[in-house]
């Protein structure tokens, strides 16, 4: 067996030892970490926001690659339309 997949005894023994972790906090010690992550998480939420203009640049780009994709297509299923088009008055 490897040595990277812990057995169900090391895995009781990590549990263990978490619990150990949590019993040493007190419920108002719990909550103030709890905040502080909250905070923590909200700052980096924000700090990593991509700002309302650029979003707005970006969608825009957006709209334009796909209405380029889709007159694109458009080109082509004419170009093919016309194709099979003279083909067939060659062959008729």
Known sequence: M????PNEEE???????QRDLF??????????????YDQYI????EKNKIPEDEL???????????ENSADEEEDAQQTENDEDHENEVEEG
Do not use: A, P, W, Y
Request: aromatic share 2%; net charge negative.
């Open 56 to 66: 707005t640049d970006l969608l825009e780009s957006l709209k334009m690659v796909l």
């Open 11 to 17: 895995q009781r023994e990590e549990n263990l030892d």
């Open 42 to 45: 909200e700052q980096m939420l």
């Open 2 to 5: 490897s040595n990277t997949i």
């Open 23 to 36: 019993s040493r906090f007190t419920e108002e010690q719990i909550r103030e970490k709890e905040q502080i």
